[in-house]
């Protein structure tokens, strides 16, 4: 670049036949240049520095949410683990009070059993005793109807009234032959 200037110091024109054709102005040059370093300036103040910032700002909650990503993705395993732990250790509490409920239903079904076989046993006693008693009571009655029978049968055939005392012998000597 100074050598330019040398050459140009030395010849104006050489300067003005090359910037001539081209439609060079110096005066439109440092102005359009002084433009662009003004915009260049308040690009970077009020555009590029907040985009940056954006950005930055952006790029950190980011990361921040992938550390959160991460931070739930472990907290979700070790979940995960918890809930397995529980949903077995459920199990085994479940398969545990089942074996439980069954011998304990096995204990109570063998108790009722017995109890219903003493029940029916003591039915069984209180049937066979009613029974003997009513047999009792029949044969009772079978031989009091057996006996008036007996002395109705004889007062007709001898014709005459028997008393108390003929009855009861008739009646004693007809059951004794009947019995034995």
Do not use: H, Y
């Not at 085994?92 to 063998?110: C, G, H, P, Q």
């Amino acid at each position: 670049m100074n050598l330019l200037l040398a050459v140009a110091a030395e010849n104006p024109s050489l300067l003005e036949s090359v910037t001539k054709p081209f439609g060079w102005n110096p005066a439109f040059f440092f102005a359009q240049l002084l433009n662009f370093v003004l915009v260049i300036f308040v690009l970077k103040k009020f555009a590029f520095g907040p985009i940056g910032q954006i950005l930055g700002e952006r790029r950190e909650r980011i990361l921040a949410a992938e550390e959160k990503v991460k931070l739930i993705e472990k907290q979700l395993a070790e979940s995960e683990i918890a809930t397995a732990a529980a949903i077995a250790k459920a199990n085994e509490d479940a398969t545990r009070l089942i074996n439980e409920a069954k011998e304990s239903s096995a204990v109570l079904t063998a108790q009722k059993t017995q109890e219903a076989i003493a029940s029916a046993q003591q039915i069984l006693a209180k049937a066979e005793a009613a029974a003997q008693a009513e047999r009792a009571t029949i044969k009772a009655e079978l031989k009091s109807e057996f006996g008036r029978l007996v002395a109705a049968t004889t007062s007709q055939v001898t014709g005459k009234v028997l008393t108390a005392d003929d009855q009861k012998r008739i009646n004693e000597d007809a059951l004794a032959k009947v019995e034995g």
